[in-house]
């Protein structure tokens, strides 16, 4: 085993939950716009893919020049959120038995996501991944996106090891940049929901294709340096 600590992202990298965006902007839509099968503007949808979940509302809120109350707001999109992880996300397939094979072989595993960690919480008492997880770091708790390295430095301290013997996982080319740039090993999960596939191959030391279970990266791992 080469690494010794690696770094998950959520959505899209461990659970199958992308998704979500289609069926939040159009329940926001319903509400908010008075309109059916709504979907934003492609830069406002992917900001949202990496940002913090009050940040897109109020990024979306004053994008379309909506009134209601921010928290109000907030109240009703967090309700779409828990309803979401815990009736229609899943674990993607073959990643237990890979956080299983990292597990065995000692490497300790981190979580950041730029969900907050109420939503991660509902997601990994759903689908019982907290037990793979030595801590979890949200980009809430930084106030950076992934377009700043911080949670990954900040994953990587509670690992405790040097960022170079650190995989990080992700489905978000531009999480994956920041985190090449950052001096990490890379691994680009592909996901259907999301942008840049191109853009996230040319960021991956390992790049998993469509098609391909989490498992498939097993054989891959020692491979990277």
């Known amino acids: 085993m080469t690494i010794k600590g690696a770094i998950f992202d959520m959505d899209g990298t461990l659970v199958d939950s992308l998704g979500f965006w289609g069926i939040f902007w159009e329940k926001f839509g319903q509400r908010y716009l008075n309109a059916n099968d709504f979907y934003p503007d492609p830069e406002l949808d992917k900001a949202a893919r990496t940002t913090i979940f009050k940040d897109v509302i ?9 009134s209601e109350d921010i928290d109000e707001m907030m109240e009703f999109s967090e309700g779409v959120v828990y309803d979401f992880y815990h009736t229609k996300a899943s674990v993607k397939s073959g990643a237990i038995e890979f956080l299983e094979y990292l597990k065995l072989n000692n490497v300790k595993i981190s979580l950041a ?19 793979y997880f030595d801590n979890i770091v949200s980009c809430a708790d930084i106030g950076k996106s992934k377009e700043y390295p911080d949670v990954f430095y900040r994953a ?3 690992i405790g090891e040097k960022v170079e013997d650190i995989c990080v ?12 740039n950052a001096g990490f090993l890379t ?6 929901n ?21 498992d498939k990266l097993i054989p891959l791992i020692h491979c990277l340096t």
């Open 58 to 66: 109020a990024l979306a809120r004053n994008y379309y020049s909506i």
């Open 113 to 131: 996501s730029a969900s907050d960690k109420k939503y991660i919480n509902a997601a990994f008492e759903t689908l019982g991944l907290d037990k």
């Open 156 to 158: 990587a301290q509670m």
């Open 169 to 180: 996982f992700e489905d978000s080319f531009v999480a994956l940049q920041t985190a090449k």
């Open 187 to 192: 691994v680009g999960v592909f996901d259907k």
């Open 194 to 214: 999301n942008y840049s596939q191109d853009m996230l191959k040319s960021a991956s030391d390992i790049y998993l294709s469509e098609g391909m279970g989490m």
